[in-house]
């Protein structure tokens, strides 16, 4: 049992899942157009990393949500329109400020909301904190991890809308790695996929 | 005969883009929809920092011809996957200081116009966007703008040995580091495509 990562192929992409850095970190790697092919019953867990194509997922919107009603995980990161092709999502865009910690003194909001979630053993809030693309409005009985400065879920695990769990998050930390460009989503993936690792696949394995 | 723009993103074209297309100047074509017949027909291939290098790559063939045919290629990002013999992968900076990011015009290119690299360096007082490596001079290229102390070629130009030509750009996409007060992204894109076209000309040997 393990971890499947969808691949899109652009460079940070590439990066982020073939680099040394986190390649142990998947058991399988597939094409979005190859989905439709793979037997998802030898799979744990789905990751779909940042900017993913909608397009690209939207023709396996049923198997996905077959793969979560039979007990699976899909994890979904940023900028990637996930409310297109997962179920019961809620996501509102924002203009993204990308000159905020220009100001002296200044804060983002990103809260940590349930520090004593396991996640949290392994990141902290400067881990979660680069910028924001948007929030999700999270169903009732969703276990909420992170929120912008409005309270606004950024970081959730839904466990009620369908049959598995959802992780879903507004974060784009593949992009920013895999482009060499703001280390906190290097230190976010260095926590976030060491604990995907430890909680869904039979094999855990420390981040290099 | 047409210019190909690889549509690779979710979403509108660049806002940069909307006047070449508007004006037939480019062919939208999303990178899935890409195919042999597509490239070995276009005039030339506009690609963006998202492109699906993997799918890309699955070209190779169908590449070559058509840069033997002439074609070129306005490449942005990190090259990855190389999709053509000379090619090697990206090397990104090991150390990101300010000074590591300054960028210096190795010689001197159209598409460029009059922007003075150094005002594409930084942004809001931040240096990093234009790029934070580089994409491997090909035997034969030229450099056109380095960065940091070395000078590493983050942009450069080459004719191909059997024809063709390439401009790389190792960052984000070029249209869109059109300095504020320049004549703006808009002006560079128009450029680029131009250059795509053939109608300005190259500087490589």
């Known amino acids: 049992m393990s971890i499947l990562a969808i691949h899109p192929g652009a460079y940070y992409h590439i990066e982020t899942l073939e680099g040394a850095r986190y390649q142990g970190m998947f058991d399988a790697l597939v094409r979005p157009e190859e989905l439709g092919d793979v037997d998802l019953a030898a799979f744990d867990a789905i990751l779909v990393p940042c900017r993913t194509p909608a397009d690209r997922m939207t023709p396996h919107k049923a198997k996905l949500a077959a793969f979560l009603d039979a007990g699976g995980t899909v994890i979904a990161t940023g900028e990637s329109e996930s409310q297109l092709w997962l179920p019961g999502i809620s996501f509102s865009s924002q203009d993204t400020n990308f000159w905020w910690w220009l100001t002296p003194g200044a804060d983002l909001g990103v809260r940590i909301a349930k520090p004593e979630h396991p996640l949290f053993q392994r990141l902290e809030q400067r881990d979660l904190t680069w910028h924001l693309h948007g929030w999700f409005e999270a169903p009732e009985g969703a276990e909420v991890l992170a929120v912008n400065g409005a309270g606004k879920p950024i970081l959730y695990i839904d466990e009620v809308t369908t049959g598995g769990q959802m992780i879903l998050t507004t974060l784009d930390p593949f992009y920013h790695h895999g482009s060499h460009f703001m280390p906190a989503t290097t230190r976010f993936l260095d926590g976030f996929l060491p604990w995907i690792r430890e909680t869904f696949a039979a094999t855990a394995v420390e981040s290099a | 005969m047409s210019v190909l723009f690889v549509h690779s993103h979710y979403g509108p074209i660049p806002k940069a883009m909307v006047g070449p297309a508007g004006r ?23 690609t963006t920092t998202h492109l699906d290098q993997i799918g890309f790559a699955g070209h190779k063939q169908a590449l070559a011809d058509f840069f033997a045919d002439g074609g070129r290629l306005f490449f942005n990002g990190h090259i990855l996957k190389p999709f053509v013999d000379g090619l090697q992968a990206y ?95 808009g002006a560079f894109a128009t450029r680029i495509v131009d250059w795509t076209w053939g109608g300005l000309k190259g500087v490589a040997a």
């Not at chain 2, 037939?24 to 506009?46: H, N, Q, Y």
Request: charged residues 25%.
């Open chain 2, 24 to 46: 037939g100047r480019i062919e939208i074509v999303r990178d899935t929809e890409l195919t042999d017949a597509k490239i070995i027909s276009a005039k030339g291939i506009v």
């Open chain 2, 91 to 185: 090397r990104p900076l090991q150390s990101r200081k300010l000074a590591d990011l300054q960028l210096a015009r190795l010689s001197p290119h159209p598409v460029f116009g009059d922007i003075d690299p150094a005002d594409m360096a930084v942004r809001k007082g931040v240096a990093g966007f234009y790029g934070r490596g580089h994409n491997p001079l090909p035997k034969g290229a030229r450099a056109l703008t380095g960065i940091g102390p070395l000078k590493e070629p983050i942009d450069w130009e080459w004719a191909l040995p059997n024809g063709g030509m390439m401009f790389c750009h190792a960052g984000n996409d070029l249209w869109s580091m059109a300095p504020e007060g320049s004549d703006g992204a």
